[in-house]
C-alpha cells in the first residue's frame, strides 16, 4: 500500500500511534487539520491543499480518537469522493463501523485508500 518515502495523510489531533506507525513504516504522515470550528472534523479545503504526488493514503477514524466525534454520513461520502480525486494506491475494502455496528464497506473503485480505525 506505500513504500518508503510515500505520504499518510493523519489526523490532527489524533492517536499518537498513527504517526509513530508511519515511522515504523519509513512513511511520512502529514498532518490534516481537524478544525475546532467545524466541530473537530476534518477541513476538507485544508486537506485538500496537503496532496502531493506522495500521498497514498487517507487515515480517516470516526469515532476520532482522542476526541470521540463521529462523522457524519455526508462527511463521509465527500471523503469518498475526495478518495476518488486523488486516484494513488489500489481501493482496501475493510469493514466500517457504523453506530457501532461492524458491516462490509461500500468503497466504490477508486485507487486512494480511505482507512478506518
Keep these: 500500500m506505500v513504500n518508503p518515502g510515500d505520504e499518510v495523510l493523519v489526523p ?17 504522515a502529514v498532518a490534516y487539520p481537524m478544525a475546532e470550528r467545524l466541530g473537530f472534523l476534518p477541513d476538507l479545503d485544508a486537506l485538500e491543499k496537503l496532496v502531493t504526488p506522495r500521498s497514498k493514503v487517507l487515515l480517516v477514524n470516526s469515532p476520532s480518537n482522542p476526541l470521540g466525534i463521529v462523522f457524519p454520513p455526508g462527511l463521509m461520502a465527500e471523503l469518498v469522493d475526495f478518495a476518488r480525486r486523488h486516484d494513488s494506491v489500489p481501493p482496501v475494502r475493510r469493514g466500517l463501523r457504523v453506530h457501532g455496528l461492524r458491516r462490509p464497506a ?12
Design 106 to 117: 461500500r468503497i466504490p473503485r477508486t485507487r486512494w485508500t480511505p482507512t478506518t480505525g
Design 12 to 28: 490532527d489531533p489524533g492517536w499518537p500511534n498513527y504517526r509513530t506507525m508511519t515511522i515504523c513504516a519509513g512513511v511520512r
